[in-house]
């Protein structure tokens, strides 16, 4: 696919900030395709014979970030996936049988890493802008604590989540400085019901991308 054809929004925030809470209402009001990183990661790590399984893993138990060799080529399987998937009535595919919405991508979770933003929109495509979900640690923290009990994730327990919330700070964050220095960052409060971040979320949508 040509980055002309389609229209990349970055979606981030720190761990628990509700990333993936808001891009579920956004597929189901805008028909965006969702990709979430952590999901793709995580499918591939469980994927029988990925060579990346054992890597990601270790990576994701202890709150670091994969290499991004790994997560880009995910990230551009997926879209190019969406991009050329018939209509067949499934979520994805509802997008490809409407012209207008395909190609229009919520990125959740990446990037992550100066690098990897700076990567990203050289070799896949450049983004329209930053939904950036801003939420207090320790509302973040009571969130996924909760979320551990049935999640199942290997990263919802206190150790873990302590190692996220690190990353996050120090290397996460300065991506997100580094897109509000360029006026590139829709920056919403997210320690509010859903509802309200949704209107919030809205709101911008509505500014920067018209309708
Ligand atoms: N919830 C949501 N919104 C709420 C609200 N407004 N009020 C009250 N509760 C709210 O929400 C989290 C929980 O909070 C849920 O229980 C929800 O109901 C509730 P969710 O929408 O899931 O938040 P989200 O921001 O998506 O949280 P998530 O845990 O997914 O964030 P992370 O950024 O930690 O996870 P991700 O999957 O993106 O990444 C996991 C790991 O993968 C990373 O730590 C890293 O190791 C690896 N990774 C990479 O290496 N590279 C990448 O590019 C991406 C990931
Ligand atoms: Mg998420």
Do not use: W
Not at 26 to 54: I, P, W
Not at 129 to 136: E, G, I, R, S, T
Request: charged letters at 30%.
């Amino acid at each position: 696919f040509s980055a002309d054809d389609v229209t990349v929004l970055f979606v981030l925030g720190g761990p628990g900030a509700g990333k993936g809470t808001q891009c579920e209402r956004l597929v189901a009001a805008y028909g965006f395709t969702h990709l979430s990183a952590g999901d793709l990661l995580r499918a591939e790590q469980n994927r029988a014979g990925s060579q990346y399984g054992e890597l990601i893993k270790d990576y994701i138990k202890n709150g670091e970030i994969v290499p991004m060799e790994v997560t880009i080529v995910l990230l551009e399987n997926a879209m190019r996936d969406a991009m050329s998937a018939k209509p067949t009535g499934t979520t994805t595919t509802a997008a490809a049988g409407n012209p207008a919405l395909k190609g229009k991508f919520l990125i959740d979770g990446f990037p992550r890493k100066f690098d990897q933003a700076v990567k990203f929109e050289e070799a896949v495509c450049p983004a329209k802008f930053v939904l950036f979900y801003d939420c207090p640690e320790e509302e973040m923290e009571r969130r996924l604590l909760e979320r551990g009990k049935t999640s199942g994730r290997s990263d919802d327990n206190a150790d873990s989540i302590r190692k996220r919330f690190r990353t996050f700070i120090e290397t996460s964050m300065p991506v997100v400085d580094y897109y509000e220095k360029q006026d590139r960052v829709a920056r919403i409060r997210a320690n509010v019901p859903p509802d309200e971040v949704y209107r919030a979320t809205q709101a911008e949508l509505a500014k920067r991308l018209g309708g």
